[in-house]
């Protein structure tokens, strides 16, 4: 049976930080292969296998050396460079939606109240009889009453 590693006990033998190898296992997952590399047991924790702890050394030792080429170093740092550009990116859309998303909600449901499809009457139908049989009508907004219960669709 061959020996099974966790993270720390990797991070010891390889000298890489623990944080590095779990940076790694994730932005690389094309790398390091399950059942080859890292397995999982039965409490879903990943434990690194020889072949695993072989391969975290020479992407050590790759790295460091590297760290002495600028140009070497500068292409091995792109997908860093890439992932925080990304996630800024990412990050200022997020935002920027949740900015617009209250305006943008609020003229769809004035437009909705306004000049409402079909399909949006019979939603606002069913909401407002399913209030109505919940006994909570009184949370509805009052313009809504006249506009959903017109049409001879009037409950007593």
Same mark, same amino acid.
């Given at each position: 049976?061959? @020996?099974?590693?966790?993270?720390?006990?990797?991070?010891? =033998?390889?000298?890489?930080?623990?944080?590095?190898? !779990?940076?790694?296992?994730? +932005?690389?997952?094309? %790398?390091?292969?399950?059942?080859?590399?890292? %397995?999982?047991?039965?409490?879903?924790?990943?434990?690194?296998?020889?072949?695993?702890?072989?391969?975290?050394?020479?992407?050590? $030792?790759?790295?460091? $050396?590297?760290?002495?080429?600028?140009?070497?170093?500068?292409?091995?740092?792109?997908?860093?460079?890439?992932?925080? =550009?990304?996630?800024?990116?990412? &990050?200022? =859309? $997020? @935002?920027?939606?949740?900015?617009?998303?209250?305006? +943008?909600?609020?003229?769809?449901?004035? &437009?909705? +109240?306004? @000049?409402?499809?079909?399909? &949006? !009457?019979?939603?606002?139908?069913?909401? %407002?009889?399913? $209030?109505?049989?919940?006994?909570?009508?009184?949370?509805? =907004?009052?313009?809504?009453?006249?506009?959903?219960?017109?049409?001879?669709?009037?409950?007593?």
């Amino acid at each position: 049976m061959q @020996n099974l590693y966790t993270t720390p006990e990797a991070a010891r =033998l390889t000298g890489i930080p623990g944080s590095t190898i !779990r940076t790694w296992l994730t +932005r690389y997952p094309e %790398v390091f292969q399950f059942d080859v590399h890292v %397995v999982t047991d039965e409490h879903k924790q990943k434990l690194w296998t020889e072949a695993g702890i072989e391969l975290l050394q020479s992407r050590r $030792a790759s790295k460091t $050396a590297t760290d002495d080429d600028a140009n070497l170093d500068a292409e091995s740092d792109a997908p860093d460079l890439l992932e925080s =550009l990304l996630e800024e990116d990412s &990050q200022r =859309l $997020a @935002n920027e939606y949740w900015r617009l998303l209250p305006g +943008r909600t609020l003229q769809r449901i004035k &437009q909705m +109240r306004d @000049n409402p499809t079909p399909e &949006q !009457r019979q939603i606002v139908q069913t909401s %407002v009889r399913a $209030a109505i049989n919940a006994g909570t009508e009184h949370l509805l =907004l009052p313009t809504y009453q006249p506009m959903l219960l017109e049409g001879g669709d009037e409950t007593d």
